[in-house]
């Protein structure tokens, strides 16, 4: 049995890091594991100009620990009123990695997405000529439309149509949950890729209602049925360079999270590798985590791949019941379980 792996430095190409005293409490872990992250831009107010990633770049780099060496990439919140030149302007200047898009109120702090994916038409035509990456929520907000079939449907609404009409954006499909997704980006063409978290490759819907309504296990877009699971974790395990690590670590306060109406976030930072490594060694393939986590997205990006190494070597490691400094208090993914990996540095 191997005792322990040595992979290149992973990223984590999808994050939420919050920000004031939560950025403060949980930056270090995600710093811990990875050299860069790309980080979401849902804040209140949401990051749309230069000057407010700039701005929260410096943030998020004061709330780091003392000697961390990590690269916050920046993202731009899509609005319908998207300026196509401020966006140009920040990706020359390497201050905007990609744009985010969130359809309106699919989510946390979503209020201000787009209503209306033609309202982008200069924006995406420009992001196209100038090959900055489209990081997508896939889902359609139809309240119409069952929420376990809302990535689906977004696929064949809004997806399959922008890559017919944008053949070359660079597009990820962001925190894939459904076997529509695993095939439909699979089957694209090289500029199409899919970020996978560890929930979507541990737990599927049953979780969340696990003898009671378990708010910790809830995150959007929701986790699916078993097959959705099996077909995301197939693709994950694949060694296909379409798909690469994404946490969407999503942290939220316990009050917030256990109440009667609880925010959707999972909060998987804390122990985000050793979740991905469990996986990868169940399905046999521990060798292929490293592409996973640590070549296919730099090499989807156009990023170099970062120099040094991250040891996990094999112990049991208990997960706390609950994480955080001060006043946050947070429950992370796989609380009060144990795992089979521990990160060493
Ligand atoms: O579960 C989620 N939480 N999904 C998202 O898309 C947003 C995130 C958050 O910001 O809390
Ligand atoms: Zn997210």
Redesign the pocket.
């Known amino acids: 049995m191997t005792a322990q792996i040595t992979i290149r430095r992973p990223d984590d190409w999808h994050v ?1 890091l919050r920000d004031g005293t939560m950025l403060e409490a949980i930056a270090g872990y995600t710093a811990r594991q990875f050299a860069r992250a790309i980080v ?1 831009p ?1 804040l209140t107010p949401p990051v749309v100009s230069v000057a407010a990633a700039e701005a929260y770049r410096d943030r998020i780099l004061a709330a780091l620990p003392q000697g961390a060496d990590f690269t916050p990439l920046m993202t731009c919140y899509l609005t319908d009123g998207a300026d196509p030149a401020e966006i140009e302007r920040g990706f020359e200047q390497g201050v905007f990695a990609a744009c985010k898009l ?1 359809p309106a109120h ?5 209020a201000h997405g787009v209503t209306d994916i033609r309202k982008l038409t200069a924006v995406l035509e420009t992001m196209q000529r100038i090959g900055m990456p489209l990081l997508i ?1 896939g889902e359609v907000t139809d309240r119409d439309i069952d929420i376990f079939d809302r990535e689906a449907v977004f696929i064949e609404r809004i997806l399959t149509p922008l890559v017919r009409d944008f053949p070359a954006l660079k597009i990820v499909l962001e ?1 894939i949950t459904t076997a529509e997704s695993a095939e439909f980006v699979a089957d694209s063409g090289p500029q199409i890729g899919a970020t996978i978290t560890p929930q979507h490759l541990i737990i599927n819907r049953n979780a969340i209602f696990d003898g009671g309504i378990r708010p910790h296990a ?4 929701v986790a699916k049925r078993e097959r959705h699971r099996l077909a995301v974790r197939k693709a994950a395990v694949s060694g296909s360079p379409k798909f690469f690590l994404g946490t ?1 670590s ?3 306060g316990v009050d917030r999270k256990e109440s009667a109406c609880g ?4 909060f998987n930072a804390p122990f985000a590798l050793e979740s991905y490594a469990q996986v990868f060694e169940e399905e046999g393939v521990l060798d292929r985590l490293e592409g996973f986590a640590s070549e296919h997205g730099p090499n989807f990006y156009g990023l170099p791949l970062n120099e040094g190494t991250v040891t996990l070597q094999r112990e049991e490691t208990i997960v706390p019941d609950v994480v955080g400094q001060g006043d946050i208090r947070v429950v992370p993914f796989h609380a009060g379980e144990t795992l089979r990996w521990r990160f060493v540095d």
């Open positions: 939420h979401m849902n969130y699919a989510t946390t702090n979503s929520h925190h809830y995150c959007l877009p969407d999503a942290p939220h925010c959707a976030g999972i």
